[in-house]
């Protein structure tokens, strides 16, 4: 691989990596606070059918992203009611809302557009504009990194940023701030919350609304940054590959990011197996680079490569006690 | 709370479950512009109007009733399988393996040996996961649903570098031989007449030889597979000593292994039934249907099963009315899809408003019933 074509997957990378980084945030705020999210993949599609069908009426990409927010707390409000109000099951109710979104994203978007469950394929300011960084021609001459500012970080929607800058962000709230020490430890053990006088309920809410936001930036970025639209299915399972990323992240913000990068670049490198082929000079195949991020995913949760340990009160609802 | 008399809650509560879901959905329907009205009536007549309507249902019904099963077999040792759409494809490559293998002298030989191949492949594809969670501790959630890609990814490959037979286009395998054909329901004499084509003038149409013609049904003989899968479970569950570990596991594995019940003995056995019955579907619509193995063969089955085993209560009897139940959605779902404007893709939304209600949300029916009962008592 020439460093031009290692530039040009690197820069294919970053996009794919985006909202997987966006999706695994959201599943971090969660999974933290206690609450198993599956249902990722369908807030994701809901916002990802809301930005598209709101940025085609309207011609605002910036309406769009606010529809997705919409669209995805309104899933992230039920995930909330089911299994923290009614104490069910999460998983259940994370596989339930997968199902609701994959099919209302179509019949909401036939019944608008009538365009067999897409949204018109959108132009101009309905679409999130790519940004070119300060300086980005004028380094290109430095060598090496010179190229790789200008063609791999710059040149991405204000999204793409935006999912970097939350990194820091996340890991500054999770772990420096009083919310963030009170979010993690209702996710360990919500009964010595509960003591200190401190609502578990209301934390965990917060953590869910979290998702439910981040979820909606990951949808929007799917169908007005990336793509140029909504389709069915669009997502194709990054609900779950941001899920494994954040097990392969060991429930960690700066891991997050590294995780979703590597399985960004594993996507990009799916798309061009002439590469893979001259690479490793035997042919492989594309669908072992497609399941690659799953396979590695199950390695980890082994416990081969190190422990991966989810927070202790994951999954459990919170009764107090009487 | 109070506690519900056992009539409420093995009755009434799936049942207020199944009516806020169908409400939900007529909402969704009201809300696109559409009649919930006229949405009931097509998939009444589409799904149960007719017995070539009801060969669909019950088709669809067949492969829902070994999910379900396969769910609630898992679900009763404290484990949620969410594998099954995974377990059911390599369930179809046991099939398509064992059918092509031979020229099979008969039809009943070649069943019993597909479902060998369908059993031995699910439960394989079902014992990595089981075993990762009873040695490693790894959550079977998570590792069940990675599996359910890396079989795609593996069926895929297959069916396109090497079950593929030259010269073809699309990623299938070959043909099964005929001698591999089950019975579909027009072809199983005392079911036959149901089937009778008739012209427009009321009498039976005859083919060139003079035979009366029928209507192709999908479903076939593996429904009574089917049925027979529910009672074996049904006895494995409740009257061997193997279903009461299984059951005393799930409930508390603390006494479990008080008893000298072993975790890694009853993840791996539960997970191994599991995965075989998820596979079995395969000898349905592989076998049964389609007749080769094409790309995406479960086409959701599996996960439709977690809805057959929530609202069946993890009960082989109400897994089998569920299974019709989702049946009936799936095929009337169909016709929805050819005779409306209602996309087909509206089963998909009550099959998650189901599993919702049914699942996640039962607690909230529970509450309710439980107050209208306390106050019932109180009078």
Request: include cysteine; glycine fraction near 10%; charge should be positive.
């Given at each position: 691989?020439?460093?031009?074509?290692?530039?040009?997957?690197?820069?294919?990378?970053?996009?794919?990596?985006?909202?997987?980084?966006?999706?695994?945030?959201?599943?971090?705020?969660?999974?933290?606070?206690?609450?198993?999210?599956?249902?990722?993949?369908?807030?994701?599609?809901?916002?990802?059918?809301?930005?598209?069908?709101?940025?085609?009426?309207?011609?605002?990409?910036?309406?769009?992203?606010?529809?997705?927010?919409?669209?995805?707390?309104?899933?992230?409000?039920?995930?909330?009611?089911?299994?923290?109000?009614?104490?069910?099951?999460?998983?259940?109710?994370?596989?339930?809302?997968?199902?609701?979104?994959?099919?209302?994203?179509?019949?909401?978007?036939?019944?608008?557009?009538?365009?067999?469950?897409?949204?018109?394929?959108?132009?101009?300011?309905?679409?999130?504009?790519?940004?070119?960084?300060?300086?980005?021609?004028?380094?290109?001459?430095?060598?090496?990194?010179?190229?790789?500012?200008?063609?791999?970080?710059?040149?991405?929607?204000?999204?793409?940023?935006?999912?970097?800058?939350?990194?820091?962000?996340?890991?500054?709230?999770?772990?420096?701030?009083?919310?963030?020490?009170?979010?993690?430890?209702?996710?360990?053990?919500?009964?010595?919350?509960?003591?200190?006088?401190?609502?578990?309920?209301?934390?965990?809410?917060?953590?869910?609304?979290?998702?439910?936001?981040?979820?909606?930036?990951?949808?929007?970025?799917?169908?007005?940054?990336?793509?140029?639209?909504?389709?069915?299915?669009?997502?194709?399972?990054?609900?779950?590959?941001?899920?494994?990323?954040?097990?392969?992240?060991?429930?960690?913000?700066?891991?997050?990011?590294?995780?979703?990068?590597?399985?960004?670049?594993?996507?990009?490198?799916?798309?061009?197996?002439?590469?893979?082929?001259?690479?490793?000079?035997?042919?492989?195949?594309?669908?072992?680079?497609?399941?690659?991020?799953?396979?590695?995913?199950?390695?980890?949760?082994?416990?081969?490569?190190?422990?991966?340990?989810?927070?202790?009160?994951?999954?459990?609802?919170?009764?107090?006690?009487? | 709370?109070?506690?519900?008399?056992t009539w409420a809650d093995v009755g009434l509560v799936p049942l207020i479950s199944l009516t806020l879901a169908a409400?939900?959905s007529?909402?969704?329907?009201?809300?696109?512009?559409?009649?919930?009205?006229?949405?009931l009536?097509?998939m009444v007549?589409?799904a149960l109007?007719?017995?070539?309507a009801w060969g669909y249902t019950l088709y669809y019904a067949t492969s829902f009733i070994f999910t379900g099963l396969a769910v609630t077999v898992?679900f009763h040792?404290?484990?949620?399988?969410?594998?099954g759409?995974?377990?059911?494809?390599?369930?179809?490559?046991?099939?398509?393996?064992?059918?092509?293998?031979?020229?099979?002298?008969?039809?009943?030989?070649?069943?019993?040996?597909?479902?060998?191949?369908?059993?031995?492949?699910?439960?394989?594809?079902?014992?990595?996961?089981?075993?990762?969670?009873?040695?490693?501790?790894?959550?079977?959630?998570?590792?069940?649903?990675?599996?359910?890609?890396?079989?795609?990814?593996?069926?895929?490959?297959?069916?396109?570098?090497?079950?593929?037979?030259?010269?073809?286009?699309?990623?299938?395998?070959?043909?099964?031989?005929?001698?591999?054909?089950?019975?579909?329901?027009?072809?199983?004499?005392?079911?036959?007449?149901?089937?009778?084509?008739?012209?427009?003038?009321?009498?039976?149409?005859?083919?060139?030889?003079?035979?009366?013609?029928?209507?192709?049904?999908?479903a076939?003989?593996t429904f009574l597979i089917a049925i027979l899968a529910c009672v074996l479970v049904w006895v494995?569950l409740w009257?061997?000593?193997?279903?009461?570990?299984?059951?005393?596991?799930?409930?508390?594995?603390?006494?479990?292994?008080?008893?000298?019940?072993?975790?890694?003995?009853?993840?791996?056995?539960?997970?191994?039934?599991?995965?075989?019955l998820?596979?079995?579907m395969?000898?349905n619509?592989?076998?049964?249907?389609?007749?080769?193995?094409?790309?995406?063969?479960?086409?959701?089955a599996?996960f439709i099963g977690i809805a057959v085993a929530l609202m069946g209560r993890n009960h082989p009897l109400g897994i089998f009315l569920a299974a019709v139940l989702f049946g009936f959605l799936f095929q009337g779902g169909?016709?929805?899809?050819?005779?409306?404007?209602?996309?087909?893709?509206?089963r998909?939304?009550v099959q998650?408003l189901v599993i919702l209600f049914t699942g996640?949300?039962d607690?909230?029916v529970?509450?309710?019933?439980?107050?209208?009962?306390?106050?019932?008592?109180?009078?």
């Amino acid at each position: 691989m020439d460093f031009a074509t290692f530039l040009q997957i690197s820069d294919t990378a970053l996009r794919f990596a985006t909202p997987l980084l966006l999706a695994c945030l959201a599943g971090l705020f969660s999974e933290r606070a206690g609450i198993f999210d599956i249902g990722l993949e369908g807030k994701m599609l809901m916002a990802a059918m809301s930005a598209g069908a709101v940025a085609a009426m309207t011609g605002s990409v910036l309406l769009g992203l606010f529809a997705a927010i919409l669209g995805s707390l309104m899933f992230a409000a039920v995930h909330g009611l089911a299994s923290i109000t009614f104490r069910g099951n999460q998983l259940i109710a994370g596989v339930a809302l997968n199902f609701v979104a994959s099919g209302i994203t179509v019949l909401i978007a036939e019944s608008m557009f009538g365009q067999g469950g897409r949204t018109p394929p959108l132009t101009g300011a309905a679409r999130f504009a790519n940004i070119d960084l300060p300086f980005a021609e004028t380094l290109r001459a430095v060598p090496v990194l010179g190229p790789f500012y200008a063609e791999v970080v710059s040149g991405h929607t204000i999204l793409v940023y935006v999912a970097l800058a939350l990194v820091p962000i996340s890991w500054w709230v999770l772990y420096r701030t009083r919310f963030g020490l009170r979010l993690r430890a209702v996710g360990e053990n919500p009964a010595s919350v509960d003591t200190a006088g401190v609502s578990v309920v209301q934390l965990r809410f917060s953590a869910v609304i979290i998702a439910g936001v981040l979820c909606g930036l990951a949808g929007a970025y799917m169908s007005t940054g990336l793509q140029a639209g909504f389709g069915r299915e669009m997502t194709a399972g990054r609900g779950y590959i941001a899920l494994a990323a954040l097990i392969f992240a060991k429930w960690r913000p700066w891991q997050a990011l590294w995780a979703t990068l590597l399985f960004g670049f594993l996507q990009a490198l799916a798309l061009r197996p002439d590469v893979v082929e001259s690479m490793t000079r035997v042919a492989i195949p594309v669908p072992f680079l497609d399941a690659l991020p799953y396979i590695l995913t199950v390695i980890v949760l082994a416990g081969f490569v190190g422990k991966a340990i989810p927070p202790r009160a994951g999954g459990e609802p919170y009764v107090k006690e009487r | 709370m109070t506690k519900l008399p056992t009539w409420a809650d093995v009755g009434l509560v799936p049942l207020i479950s199944l009516t806020l879901a169908a409400l939900v959905s007529a909402g969704v329907l009201l809300a696109i512009g559409q009649s919930p009205m006229q949405a009931l009536t097509v998939m009444v007549n589409g799904a149960l109007g007719s017995s070539y309507a009801w060969g669909y249902t019950l088709y669809y019904a067949t492969s829902f009733i070994f999910t379900g099963l396969a769910v609630t077999v898992a679900f009763h040792a404290g484990l949620f399988n969410i594998g099954g759409e995974g377990q059911a494809q390599l369930g179809g490559l046991g099939v398509a393996l064992v059918c092509l293998a031979l020229p099979w002298p008969h039809w009943t030989i070649a069943l019993l040996a597909a479902m060998f191949g369908a059993a031995l492949f699910g439960a394989a594809w079902a014992a990595i996961p089981a075993y990762l969670q009873a040695k490693r501790g790894s959550h079977i959630v998570i590792t069940t649903i990675m599996f359910n890609y890396i079989a795609a990814a593996l069926l895929i490959y297959l069916l396109v570098n090497v079950l593929r037979p030259d010269g073809q286009m699309d990623p299938a395998s070959a043909n099964f031989p005929a001698s591999a054909h089950l019975p579909q329901f027009q072809e199983i004499p005392i079911l036959q007449g149901l089937f009778q084509r008739f012209g427009a003038d009321g009498l039976p149409r005859l083919n060139a030889q003079g035979m009366p013609m029928y209507q192709q049904v999908p479903a076939n003989v593996t429904f009574l597979i089917a049925i027979l899968a529910c009672v074996l479970v049904w006895v494995m569950l409740w009257h061997t000593r193997l279903g009461f570990a299984i059951r005393a596991f799930g409930k508390s594995e603390k006494a479990a292994v008080y008893a000298g019940i072993s975790p890694l003995r009853i993840i791996m056995i539960a997970m191994l039934i599991s995965g075989a019955l998820a596979g079995l579907m395969a000898i349905n619509n592989v076998m049964g249907q389609s007749e080769r193995l094409v790309q995406n063969s479960a086409s959701g089955a599996g996960f439709i099963g977690i809805a057959v085993a929530l609202m069946g209560r993890n009960h082989p009897l109400g897994i089998f009315l569920a299974a019709v139940l989702f049946g009936f959605l799936f095929q009337g779902g169909a016709a929805l899809g050819l005779e409306t404007d209602i996309p087909i893709e509206l089963r998909t939304v009550v099959q998650g408003l189901v599993i919702l209600f049914t699942g996640a949300l039962d607690q909230m029916v529970r509450m309710l019933l439980g107050a209208f009962f306390a106050k019932k008592g109180a009078t």
